[in-house]
Nanobody, 117 residues
């Protein structure tokens, strides 16, 4: 099992920045991919950014150049970050951390990001 705890959402003005964090604990040795997804009201959940255990990253076209995903490995935890710069109103959504292991995939509880115009 892997446990996920997200933090960092909030309300900002368009153009400002936020950083999301997701701390994974438990069977972290089994983690292959970590990522962030988002879901706006009335829309499907979409991938924002992912990072592999080898450090390769992939971003949605809508966030390239503005968002950066990174991860930090500690002894008993792995933390994945999403640095979000130049936020736009269309980035407003609930953001979910996702972890894919060799057995299963896990979702965080979600954190709300609101960028007002």
């Amino acid at each position: 099992q892997v446990q996920l705890v997200e933090s960092g959402g909030g309300l900002v003005q368009a153009g400002e920045s936020l950083r999301l964090s997701c701390v994974a604990s438990g069977r972290i040795f089994s983690i292959n991919v970590m990522g962030w997804y988002r879901q706006a009201p009335g829309k499907q959940r979409e991938s924002v950014a992912v990072i592999t255990s080898g450090g390769s990253t992939n971003y949605a076209d809508s966030v390239k150049g503005r968002f950066t995903i990174s991860r930090h490995n500690a002894k008993n935890t792995v933390t994945v970050y999403l640095q979000m710069n130049s936020l736009k109103p269309e980035d407003t959504a609930s953001y979910y951390c996702n972890v894919v292991t060799i057995w299963n995939d896990y979702w965080g509880q979600g954190t709300q990001v609101t960028a007002s115009s």
